[in-house]
């Protein structure tokens, strides 16, 4: 049983910012890495971040150099800090956390970004 929460989603301006937390269960085993993905109402899912159990991190071209991600493990918690947000950043962003042979998500929080 894993469950993830995520929170810190709301409404900012464009070339605002915005952290986003997730707080992951304690049972949580084997884990090869976490990270946020993010979906907007007519697309697919994508992963935008992720940082791995060693903490190597990792990022999509849209949010290179913008967004940044970490981890505090004594909380079993990850963060997502936005920056120089976009309107087309606007989306349900996802916490999941990668096991052997799976991935599981958390349920969503809105970011909006919009004038």
């Known amino acids: 049983q894993v469950q993830l929460v995520e929170s810190g989603g709301g409404l900012v301006r464009p070339g605002g910012s915005l952290r986003l937390s997730c707080a992951a269960s304690d049972n949580i085993f084997s884990i090869k890495a976490m990270g946020w993905g993010r979906q907007a109402p007519g697309k697919q899912r994508e992963v935008v971040a992720t940082?791995?159990?060693?903490?190597?991190?990792d990022y999509a071209d849209s949010v290179k150099g913008r967004f940044t991600i970490s981890r505090d493990s004594a909380k079993n918690t990850v963060y997502l800090e936005m920056n120089s947000l976009k309107p087309e950043d606007t989306a349900v962003y996802y916490c999941?956390?990668?096991?052997?042979?799976?991935?599981?998500w958390g349920q969503g929080t809105q970011v909006t970004v919009s004038s």
């Open positions: 940082i791995s159990s060693g903490g190597s991190t």
């Open positions: 999941h956390v990668d096991m052997t042979f799976s991935r599981y």
